[in-house]
């Protein structure tokens, strides 16, 4: 018997950077769940599939350029400081948990941090950590598009 070497992996993926913007100004930008084309990479539109906007209970659809996506529910909510989400579908994972966390630096600047935690299909250790890497490209390009945005 051969043996394909696949299995499940866990990972943890943290970006985080500093926006030169009053705290109310970034969270007014990521809590509008639905405005991620105008930062996220390579998103043509994100729509409501819930009645309910913010706040846990919130579900939202992304569409990539490519064709692929993403079903997500929003499972945690502080006003003003993060919010946690789920994916359901449309990721290569059995768990998908990631978190918006904002810090206050100054009056004018914050540190916006993104991070989650993965549990992949059934897939190759190189598979996963290939998946790990472009997640944590994802989401540094990411963050920098809003900063730029932010800071304008």
Same mark, same amino acid.
């Given at each position: 018997?051969?043996? =394909?070497? @696949?299995?499940?992996?866990?990972?943890?993926?943290?970006?985080?950077?500093?926006?030169?913007?009053?705290?109310?100004?970034?969270?007014?930008?990521? =809590?509008?769940?639905?405005?991620? $084309?105008?930062?996220?990479?390579?998103? @043509?539109?994100?729509?409501?599939?819930?009645?309910?906007?913010?706040?846990?209970?919130?579900? %939202?659809?992304?569409?990539?350029?490519?064709?692929?996506?993403?079903?997500?529910?929003?499972?945690?909510?502080?006003?003003?400081? *993060? #919010?946690? *989400?789920?994916?359901?579908?449309?990721?290569?994972? %059995?768990? *998908?948990?990631?978190?918006?966390?904002?810090? $206050?630096?100054?009056?004018? +600047?914050?540190?916006?941090?993104?991070?989650?935690?993965?549990? +992949?299909?059934?897939?190759?250790?190189?598979? #996963?950590?290939?998946?790990?890497? #472009?997640?944590?490209?994802? *989401?540094?390009?990411?963050?920098?598009?809003?900063?730029? %945005?932010?800071?304008?």
């Amino acid at each position: 018997m051969v043996k =394909s070497g @696949k299995a499940y992996h866990t990972g943890m993926v943290k970006k985080s950077i500093t926006i030169n913007a009053p705290k109310n100004k970034v969270w007014r930008k990521i =809590s509008n769940i639905v405005g991620l $084309p105008s930062w996220l990479v390579d998103v @043509k539109k994100t729509e409501y599939l819930s009645k309910k906007k913010r706040g846990v209970g919130a579900i %939202r659809k992304l569409t990539f350029n490519d064709g692929n996506t993403i079903e997500e529910h929003v499972v945690a909510w502080k006003d003003g400081e *993060y #919010f946690t *989400y789920i994916a359901t579908e449309g990721l290569p994972l %059995r768990a *998908y948990v990631a978190t918006l966390s904002i810090k $206050p630096k100054s009056k004018n +600047s914050v540190t916006l941090t993104w991070e989650s935690y993965v549990n +992949s299909q059934k897939m190759t250790e190189k598979e #996963f950590l290939e998946f790990l890497v #472009f997640m944590g490209t994802f *989401y540094e390009t990411s963050l920098c598009n809003l900063k730029s %945005r932010l800071e304008k």
